[in-house]
């Protein structure tokens, strides 16, 4: 029980260090510019107030996207094959037909797989057939990962690129998992808007609309799909109906900008888009043929806006008017310009926390660790005199520890955290109980001063690793197997435990010896 | 000098005496919970594992019930159900989760934010929280992975650091804990969240706690005392550590109460289980894990003297 000088200017060091780490959390912004340490705790959004957005990207649709489009050279190859088949089609993940001559399969089948990749060594698509004839083709796990992840990456960047256009500061976007998205978005109490950017796919295209009437069935003719309009309505109430062409005349891909804007003449709220160079070349030619006629501008399977073309616009320039607000013509000017997402995402977990009722929560939260603090500190030195004052001393200094700790490595705070906090405090005296306990009956036995000191701190020691090691490998576990708040409250116990291993065991061994050494007492005040 | 004790210094009370009552009670009260978890009336899924919506609005004004709840049903979502907490503008929507995939869940909380500001303008939303069912059914796994785990982790410590019959003990005494808290869940249709699963392994933790300090004692008195009967022993080890267990207990229940009294809705149900636990896990470690130790170390523990602690022991 005896501390060189050397050792006890360490030991208040460290307690030092951990309250200088603190004191800027409790400096306003301004003050804190002059201060040397400016590391302060992340507040998480369930105290800082701000939306959780967990999106998930539709892989299926990225597969079945890419079938479809492979369907075209399919059908070009058996062509130029000349090979009689019937019901080619994408169905059950695989583009499926039948060929007449059932002996041909094999044979159709490589070479249909090998028009379809650009590389004879490594296909993306496998082939499978039957000996009546019929060949499957699907793609393979390798090329099925591969077009997840570059699907995955592509989302967020487009993500990123919505979420910064609305001017949302530090939002955090993150893979996760195989097919997940994470949003945080601090300071943010009403997601709606942005739920209803992230939540469009905002393929673009222009398309002509077909002359017909739309069918009575409701059913589209052939080389046509039914959309109905975004902002128009027919006479039954219901959005307008609209019968337009399935060949894509101009892609949305090849805009270059889209600006939100007032139509002098009409004082409507307008996009203005521009196209670069084969977009614009492919605008061109398309007004130009089809001058008198209407064509659509669809996003999403929506009919935007269908105006009658009334001369040719060739200098890759255009003005999309479909009865928009100022809201909603940023908004689409924001979706043109971030560009379309590879796959539809859907948001599967929200949590949004207003900033009233995250300050709310900040405040009983200090709140109750303060009067919890105090109730067992009261406890402490009611219980055991003087040992349960430094025992008590040690628990601030605790506190302090961990909230250095956390703004040292700007560690996010929770609610969960702050419960974890308040834990600690309540169970990390529990070390001092097991000394000052075996202390105390050390004494009894009429040990002097400094035997049961030293017998009491060593007796414990054991168990107090034992409780300690234990509840570390439930935080680890929980720290791993949880998400988002929840975490938090592993991390401030965690910390609490391996401070409190300081505090409560060389900081009060320190000043009991100290004491010790300065009042030589013939009995212990336990 | 005078100092706070809740026990007198030099109590000696034959605990073991009452170890048929003490598994008796507790085998009652964990097939009780067992029957509550299995039978009736179960758990009270909250959202995280069962899916669905929780807002939390404030109104201007005192909220009008009547009217918030025929605007909700106008909508016709699933399981709506309306609860005041607080003061009296703040409520608390509930929805179930909502048929049609996760998508659905995204509607309906547009569909109510939409309803809410065309009928009680000026009113706030402060809270949501929408999770969808493939999330919940996610974290429910989650949850028991991370119960399973921690479950795993404690037997294999105690395994090392002790006697196989102290881990046997240890653990049998802690699945007997968690049947009691999940029990308590149910009686009290608490709602069972991922807060829940926080809170029951915290419980395990203290609770393991509370054993290793009997336990230690038992095994440096097993050392000490070589000729102590079994019995004996562990009536002396748990009172020269039942001050310890209770200065323990009154530390960290202290801390809890004022989480319990101001922390709020979903820190409220964390704090009165956290304080249940707290009483399930401190005397469990007397009245089952020290018993269980009894009957499986009674001959490995000490060999020689069970017959003479046989002989001493008056027929009961």
Redesign the interface.
Known sequence: MHYTRWQIAMILTVCAIGILFTLPNALSPAEIASWPLQRQIHLGLDLKGGTYL?M?VDLKSVEHDRLESSLDTVRNKLRTLDVGYTNLEVRDDAIRLQLRDPGQAAEIGRQLRDALSDDPNSSDYAVTTTPDGSIALNLTEASLRLRATQAIDQSIEIVRRRIDETGVIEPQIARQGPDRILIQLPGI??P?RL?ELL?KTAKMTFRLLSPEPIPANGRPLPGTDIFPAENETALDGKPRLYLVRKRIEVDGADLTDARAGLNQQTGEWVVNFAFNGQGARRFGQVTEQNVGKPFAIVLDNKVISAPVIREPITGGRGQISGRFTAASANDLAILLRAGALPAPL?????????P??GA??IR??I???V???L??MG??V????LFGGFAALALVINLALILGALSLLQATLT??GI?GI??T???S??AN??IN?RIR?ET?KGRTPLGAMQVGFS?AM??IL??N???L??MM??FF???GP?QG?AVTISIGILTSMFTAIVFVRMLMATWLRHTRPKML?? | ?W???LVP?NTRIQFMKGRIAGLVVSAVLSTLSLLAFFVWPGLNYGIDFKGGIIM?IRTPGPADFGKLRSTLEALHLDAVGLQQFGSPEDVMIRLGKQPGG??A??AA??AV?AALDKDFPGT?????????G??SAELFE??L??LG??LG??LI?IWF?FEWQFGVGAVATLVLDMTKIVGFYAAFQLQFN??AV?AI??I???S??DK??VY?RVR?NLRLYKGMPLRELIDLSIN??L??TI??S??????????AV???EA?RD?AIV?LVGIVVGTSSSIFIAAPILLFLGQRALRPGVAARAAVSEPAQ
């Open positions: 967990l998930e109490q009403d709606q739920k939540g859907k948001i599967i977990e929200e949590r949004s926390v207003g009233d009722l709310d929560s009983a939260g709140y109750a660790c009067i919890g603090m109730l067992v406890f402490m009611l219980a055991y005199g609610l969960p419960v308040l834990l405090i309540g169970m005296v529990d109980v097991l306990e009956e009894k007796r054991g168990t034992d409780a090691l234990t509840t490998i439930k576990i929980l197997v949880a998400t929840v409250f005040p336990v | 000098m100092r706070f004790r210094d939390e996760d998508s869940q995204q909380v547009t934010r706030q939303v402060r809270r949501v929280d929408a999770v969808g493939t999330v989650k949850g992975l991370a785990l921690a982790a404690m410590y650091r991922l807060t926080v392994l915290t395990m933790g203290y393991i706690n290793v300090v230690d440096e020269e550590t001050n310890r200065a323990t009154m530390t960290v229940f202290l801390a809890t109460l004022p989480l101001i922390g709020g820190l964390f956290l």
